[in-house]
Structure formats: C-alpha cells, structure tokens
C-alpha cells in the first residue's frame, strides 16, 4: 500500500470489493497484501518516525486492533459490511476534529490525543484496513515533516498490521486462496509503494490529509448505501 496515500485507497477498496466478495474475504485479502508491502515501507522511511509519540501511539493501536477483533467475531456479512461502512465515516469525522484542534507546541494535550488516535487506528486498521486514515491526519496537524508523518505512522501500522493478520487467521477470514492470490500480487503493491513514496514528496501536508478524509467518507457511503 502506497503508505498514507494508499491507506485512503485501502478504505476504498474495502468497501468497491465488499460489493462483489464476501467483506471477510476482503479483509483478509488486504490484510494479507499490506503486511506483503510492510517491509519496502519501512525501507523508504527507516528512522524517520517520531519515537516519542510512537511510544504513545503503538501499544494504543495493539489493543485497538484486540478491540476490533472482538467487535468483528461473529458479525453476519450484512454487520460486517455496515461496520465498515459506519467506521469509514466516523474515521472521516474524527480526522477533521483531530486536524483542526491539535497544533504543534501542545505536547500534553497531543499526547492525551495520541492514546485515543492509536486506539481508533488500530480499530480501524482491522475493522477497514485504514488505520492511517486516522493516524495521517493526526500527525499532520502537529505540524511534522512529510516524511515523519508518513513514517510515524507507517512505523505504527507495520506492527499492528502483523497482530492484525493473527486475528484474522484467528476469527477465520484468511484461507489458503486468499494467501495465494496476495503473494501473487506482490509485485503490484511493491511498485505501489515506490510510488506512494514520491507522491507524498510532493504533495502538501494538509492537502494530504484533507485527501484521506474525502476519501474515507466516500468509500464509507459508497458501502452504506449499496
């Protein structure tokens, strides 16, 4: 996935594919392809996260992903797709409060937002496969580097992307055919990546994040009303 760009891509075809195949297939498909394409994001942007609110955001996005795991076991398909859809739009909301209130210089009130952003990261990451959704947004309104932002946040999701694979093997939406067929398409998200990488050098930050937001409400109503 083309780091925080394509956590936006990755809302929206989570939904586009849940029209067509079973939304448990589709989360384990996409599930299984972005811990595929962790190891070229965490290549391209190695050291360049935030340590100190990575210390915040990562054991907060673990015991999201715990949390959604529990809200996913034993959802119907009819749930499951009108979970996601209703998470899309609420991770669009929370985006837009997190960009607007969280300025740089703020480091208490950052930090007390960063507890409650990993959580909702890490639900959204197992619930929609767009936990950067959430966390883009959030980094971009302290203020940091194109490339701390992106590899903050891609710091957080490699790791909750590995708990978040044990919990759908463990719920049952990854099976050997799924497996298959994302190893197969391997190549495409490694070429994804690289050019997710030059994007995010041009684009600008809160247009960057502004783009995530439009992007999770749109796959969000798209899944909600088909």
């Given amino acids: 996935h083309m780091t925080a760009v394509c956590d936006g891509t990755g809302l929206t075809f989570t939904p586009l594919l849940s029209v067509l195949i079973p939304p448990s297939s589709v989360l384990g498909l996409l599930g299984c392809q ?29 015991a999201g992903i715990v949390l959604g795991a529990w809200m996913l ?32 210089g703020s480091s208490q009130a950052a930090a007390r937002a960063a507890v ?18 959430i966390l883009g947004p959030y980094l971009a309104g302290l203020g940091l580097g194109t490339a701390v932002v992106v590899g903050t946040g891609q710091a957080v999701v490699v790791c909750a992307n590995l708990l978040k694979l044990a919990a759908y093997g463990a719920i049952g939406f990854i099976t050997w055919h799924l497996a298959l067929l994302a190893v197969m398409t391997t190549p495409l998200l490694y070429l994804g990546t690289s050019l997710g990488y030059r994007l995010n050098a041009r684009i600008p930050r809160r247009a960057l994040a502004l783009a995530l937001i439009s992007i999770a409400v749109a796959g969000g109503l798209k899944l909600l009303l088909t």
């Fill in 116 to 133: 409650a952003v990993g959580l909702g990261a890490g639900v959204a990451s197992i619930v929609a496969n767009s936990g950067g959704i």
């Fill in 73 to 104: 076991s034993g959802l119907s398909a009819v749930g499951l797709r009108r979970l996601i859809g209703a998470s899309a739009l609420l991770m669009g909301a929370l985006s837009v409060v997190a960009l607007l209130r969280v300025r740089r």
């Fill in 34 to 62: 972005m811990v595929l394409s962790d190891p070229m994001s965490i290549y391209l942007y190695w050291r360049q996260w935030d340590a100190r609110l990575l210390r915040i955001l990562l054991p907060a996005s673990l």
